[in-house]
């Protein structure tokens, strides 16, 4: 081996984006495997699980030169001869040898076969393999949790979506896809990274675009008092691509929350719904009154009175019969969105009146009657002027 050698291995371990020393250790060990493979008769399994000769592999990182020797313990009585030899017989190589000591016998490199080669490049293949999918999986272990931006690099016949995130692809599967976006190759997407796993085939990073952490993500960009802690997402419930229900408070009462997520003419609100497929997203005032917060969530229908079970987290809420259809929402979408975001399972009863109904239908009876009044006072006025 020589300089060239040092530079093929630079090279490889650029276009592999791994280092040049983990090239060099993946080497050591094909070299080392591809040994006691073929010229001591052992197998893949064997090998693996630590029988054969103990050989070490020395590598100069500056030259390339090779140097390969087996090791052996010396012994009394040899009951492993690929790890072992006597003492009597150490003694003819070595005269001062002794008991416990190591012995270094030297292997030619250039002495594997042909057959070794092949299996040389296969394992110095496989381990490359390893040491790359081992540094992706550190790589976006530490980054599961986030939202990255990546590209569509192909779509299934399945329909599922893999994104490239850099040096790792990522797998957008159909539960985790808005049911109403097309995707295709060359498409730049924000994924939120789910979950990182280990397997046979290497590091498998499985990405969603219909987690509620991509929309609070998106309201941070969008929206600064989000991002400065003014404003808080105390709760989201989503419907990927339909609609979801967001609920926030604000920590200085003379910022709006509503007002703030929303923005002027609903330019934050509506940037968020346009990288969500037009994803509509309701804004709702957050409480810490259960009953206030699920009333504001079913939003926007107008319920009456509530009464909770605070143990089973069920909550009965009357409605009047022009809005029992609107706080139930189109198949049934406003109230499960308003159960998920509030945690009590809302169940309905229809009635006559509901307290809104019955505080307008007072506050107009009031009106009318203190208008009467007025007429009235204006007409005996009126007579008693002309009496007189």
């Not at 009154?289 to 079913?298: G, S, V």
């Not at 009464?307 to 089973?312: F, G, I, Q, R, S």
């Amino acid at each position: 081996m020589n300089r060239e050698f040092v530079e093929a291995m630079q090279q490889l371990a650029l276009e592999r984006g791994v280092s040049t020393e983990e090239i060099l250790e993946a080497f050591k060990e094909a070299l080392r495997k591809a040994y006691i493979k073929r010229q001591k008769g052992y197998k893949k399994e064997e090998i693996d699980a630590g029988k054969g000769p103990e050989v070490d592999v020395y590598i100069d990182p500056q030259t390339g030169r090779i140097e390969m020797v087996e090791v052996r313990r010396v012994v009394e009585k040899v009951e492993d001869p690929d790890k072992e030899i006597a003492l009597a017989e150490a003694l003819q190589y070595d005269p001062e040898v002794q008991v416990g000591d190591e012995m270094e016998f030297p292997i030619n490199p250039e002495s594997l076969s042909r057959v070794a080669i092949q299996d040389l490049r296969q394992i110095l293949t496989q381990r490359l393999k390893e040491s790359e999918r081992n540094r992706i999986y550190n790589e976006y272990k530490d980054k599961e949790g986030q939202v990255l931006t990546g590209v569509v690099t192909r779509v299934d016949n399945r329909g599922n979506v893999f994104v490239e995130l850099g040096r790792g692809e990522a797998y957008l599967p159909k539960s985790e896809q808005i049911p109403t976006e097309k995707y295709y190759p060359g498409q730049r997407l924000k994924v939120y990274l789910k979950k990182v796993d280990r397997s046979a085939k290497g590091p498998s990073l499985i990405v969603s675009r219909a987690h509620e952490k991509l929309l609070e993500y998106l309201l941070k960009q969008e929206v600064p008092e989000i991002a400065e802690g003014i404003v808080e997402i105390k709760a989201i419930a989503r419907e990927p691509g339909r609609r979801s229900k967001v609920a926030v408070t604000s920590h200085n009462p003379n910022v709006d929350p509503i007002g703030a997520c929303i923005g002027h003419k609903g330019q934050r609100i509506q940037a968020v719904s346009a990288e969500l497929g037009r994803e509509k997203v309701d804004i709702i005032l957050w409480s810490k009154d259960p009953k206030e917060f699920i009333r504001n969530a079913l939003s926007p229908a107008q319920v009456g009175s509530i009464e909770l079970d605070p143990e089973a987290k069920k909550a009965r809420v009357k409605v009047t019969k022009d809005q029992h259809s609107l706080a139930i929402g189109t198949g049934g979408q406003n109230v499960r969105l308003a159960s998920k975001l509030t945690g009590y399972d809302i169940h309905f009863e229809e009635a006559e009146i509901s307290d809104l109904d019955e505080a307008l239908r007072r506050a107009a009876q009031e009106e009318a009657e203190a208008s009467k009044a007025r007429a009235k006072e204006a007409f005996e006025k009126l007579f008693k002027d002309l009496s007189e």
